[in-house]
């Protein structure tokens, strides 16, 4: 299947500083990547949509002065976490379609954010 | 709005035998793509299987099957032959056509294989 990259894997900060994780496409061109946020023993709950080019689309409740989304190029989305605060600790993934088939999403291998 | 439902949080299987993995689903619209991610505990999202909703066989990938029944709007996965590497976090996930890609996901299984 395509592979989707993320980095960092995990990253631990001080509160108040911003953290920048990247989501590629390896092996296939993505005009549109998904950022999901997963608390422990929860499901995905989707944040925003990111469209190569133009702005992300965020789901309700989630703020996007807080969250920012860039998708600079087909292979890569970045989500920034601006003045991180410890309730933004959890575990942060990314994922990717590849034109035509079945639109199978798939999925970064995440990172792990932990605020201080 | 759409809704994915997995009612069972936890469930053990011995090894070698077969697991089903309940997901029942909830649209209105008529076409729609159902997905089984499995989640391991280093937490990166696997795709399993796929079953779009005008498919009029049962999607299968290997070991695992996708119990597609439309009318009752479910789409359990079944495992067959479980091995102990099974043991994990089992999604479901929906995706509406023409919803934006976006996947609605159930709030998962935690499967255990046991000797």
């Known amino acids: 299947g395509a592979v989707v990259s993320q980095h960092p894997s995990w990253v631990i900060c001080k509160s108040g500083t911003s953290v920048k994780i990247e989501c590629r496409s390896l092996?296939?061109?993505?005009?549109?990547m998904f950022w999901y946020r997963q608390f422990p023993k929860q499901s995905l709950m989707l944040m925003a949509t990111s469209n190569e080019g133009s702005k992300a689309t965020y789901e309700q409740g989630v703020e996007k002065d807080k969250f920012l989304i860039n998708h600079a190029s087909l292979t890569l989305s970045t989500l920034t976490v601006t003045s991180a605060h410890p309730e933004d600790s959890s575990f942060y993934i990314c994922?990717?379609?590849?034109?035509?088939?079945?639109?199978?999403?798939?999925f970064g291998p995440g990172t792990r954010l932990l605020v201080l | 709005a759409q809704k994915i439902t997995q009612t069972q949080p936890g469930m053990f299987v011995q090894e070698k035998e077969a697991v089903t993995l309940d997901c029942t689903y909830d649209t209105s619209d008529p076409s729609y793509g159902l997905f089984w991610y499995k989640q391991p505990s280093s937490g990166e999202m696997i795709f399993l299987i796929y079953q779009g909703s005008y498919d009029q066989q049962n999607a299968t990938e290997g070991r695992y099957s996708l119990n597609f029944q439309k009318a009752r709007k479910s789409a359990n996965l079944v495992i067959s032959a479980s091995q102990l590497g099974d043991s994990a976090m089992y999604f479901c996930a929906m995706r509406l056509t023409g919803g934006g890609n976006k996947l609605t996901f159930g709030t998962g299984t935690q499967l255990k294989v046991e000797l």
């Open positions: 092996d296939f061109q993505a005009t549109t």
């Open positions: 994922s990717a379609s590849p034109p035509g088939g079945r639109e199978t999403q798939y």
